[in-house]
């Protein structure tokens, strides 16, 4: 997204009501289109379908706010991405690609982000295919998804002005071991900006970090009006 940013501009934060709004904004769209995206993820359906209809559905959303700005830009900050049992995250196919098709006991990662001006909201869930109230997930498949839940649960009740990276990730560790999972290795969330949603900040929170990112990841405060994106990925596996 960084394409459109003048660097020039002054940086609001939400402190700024506008701001504020913006965000929430692509936060309710980000939820909306995620709840329609979770309901065609059904046996049989192709991966990239269900990622086309996603994008469709943020930009036919986003096209319906702040109609009166014809400068102002919307639509997607986080393309929809369907990511099936050991494929970890990110994935979103050509339509050049082979057909992946979603089956019965398939555990599915759905990721998205919408951004309104730039302002970005991403959201995530993970779904057993097939799963019900009345026929649910069990074994290490109920495992790391109750583990997630819990451990995103946690980050977002510590990431607060005060408390630090490291508490964060120090909790999440704790969760993940009480269901004999691990958080998978170096996996890193960012303090976001406008039009920047990952990366360009020193300031992070790392999952199970590897030697070197003990090192180099510094320990860090959060302040009030941040604003950060976390990613919770768990895994009954090795982890890296």
Do not use: W
């Not at 799963?131 to 997930?137: C, G, R």
């Not at 009030?224 to 890296?240: L, P």
Request: overall charge negative; aromatic content about 6%.
């Amino acid at each position: 997204m960084t394409e459109f940013y003048d660097n020039d501009e002054e940086e609001l934060t939400i402190e700024n009501d506008a701001v504020l709004t913006k965000y929430k904004t692509a936060g309710e769209i980000s939820n909306l289109v995620l709840k329609a995206v979770i309901a065609e993820i059904v046996p049989g359906a192709s991966v990239i379908a269900v990622c086309e209809f996603g994008d469709k559905m943020i930009l036919d959303e986003t096209a319906k706010h702040y109609k009166k700005d014809k400068n102002l830009k919307k639509g997607i900050a986080f393309p929809t991405c369907i990511s099936i049992n050991e494929v970890v995250c990110h994935f979103s196919p050509l339509r050049s690609d082979p057909i992946v098709t979603i089956k019965t006991g398939d555990v599915v990662k759905v990721e998205l982000g919408v951004h309104i001006d730039g302002y970005a909201g991403i959201t995530a869930h993970t779904l057993v295919v097939g799963a019900t109230a009345e026929n649910p997930a069990t074994g290490e498949n109920a495992d790391i998804i109750i583990a997630a839940h819990n451990c995103a649960e946690a980050a977002l009740r510590l990431i607060k002005a005060g408390n630090t990276n490291e508490q964060v990730t120090d909790v999440i560790q704790k969760i993940t071991e009480s269901y004999n999972t691990k958080p998978l290795e170096g996996m890193l969330s960012y303090e976001i900006k406008r039009y920047q949603t990952e990366g360009c900040t020193d300031k992070q929170i790392v999952l199970n970090p590897s030697e070197a990112q003990k090192k180099e990841i510094k320990n860090m405060e959060f302040a009030v009006h941040e604003v950060y994106t976390m990613d919770v990925f768990v895994t009954s596996g090795s982890a890296r």
